[in-house]
């Protein structure tokens, strides 16, 4: 595949309009923002923030670099096996869910955009329970499938998660466009460097730390009114 057709396929997969069911997320924003815990744009940078560098970039594009490598070689068993130790590496079970949801909406969709045996062979594995089908591994199967490298592939995945945590702001009121367009420029230099650290970690240096947002995201359920799924 030719540079451009690699930033086409960048372009869809971390797009919004592609329905991957991740923008149903807030990750726990809801809530605080309900509380009155964020309220400003300072606050959800340093939120977005916390989650990109403390969660995200140190556990899922670790097990997204992982599982890309893993799909290079079809190998179905190791993806399992990766897929299991970001499960157990998930601390509450409101994000497990909605990780599992999201992946099972993107496998679908790109099994139909994508078709390929990689795919195919995830969706049994997930129809025979034995995958959880969390979004960054299939993120990371997909985009291998779809043509990217294992560099556009990281990229893709934090732009959509930065993006959808964005829009979740200007939802919630929190931001409007402008704010939130500054915020993503704010943090390109993050986006940036935990792509280059994931890429060198082992899935036994996965970890985590972010204890007042997994709160946040286990109060989610127990609102009364909410937009987000979590």
């Known amino acids: 595949m030719n540079d451009i057709n690699q930033q086409f396929v960048l372009l869809q997969l971390a797009d919004s309009f592609f329905p991957s069911g991740s923008y149903t997320l807030s990750h726990g924003l809801e809530s605080l923002v ?27 594009v670790v097990a997204l670099a992982h599982t890309y490598r893993a799909s290079v070689k079809s190998d179905v068993a190791q993806i399992e096996q990766i897929d299991a130790r970001l499960f157990a590496q998930t601390p509450t079970e409101k994000t497990r869910i909605a990780q599992r949801q999201s992946g099972r909406a993107l496998l679908m969709v790109a099994e139909k ?49 930065v993006t959808g945590l964005l829009g979740a702001g200007i939802r919630l009121g929190v931001v409007g466009h402008l704010q939130a367009q500054q915020i993503r420029l704010n943090l390109s230099e993050e986006m940036s460097e935990i792509g280059k650290i994931a890429s060198s970690l082992s899935l036994d240096d996965m970890w985590s730390c972010t204890p007042q947002i997994d709160l946040a995201q286990m109060q989610q359920a127990k609102l009364s009114r909410r937009l987000f799924s979590s």
């Open 34 to 60: 309900q509380s009155g815990t964020i309220t400003s744009a300072s606050e959800l940078e340093t939120f977005v923030r916390l989650l990109l560098c403390n969660k995200v970039g140190s556990t899922d």
């Open 113 to 161: 955009t994508w078709p390929h045996v990689l795919l195919t062979g995830l969706s049994q594995k997930t129809a025979e329970g034995s995958l959880n089908c969390l979004h960054p591994v299939v993120f990371a199967a997909v985009a291998q499938v779809a043509g990217l490298g294992e560099e556009n592939a990281i990229a893709a995945f934090s732009h959509s998660f």
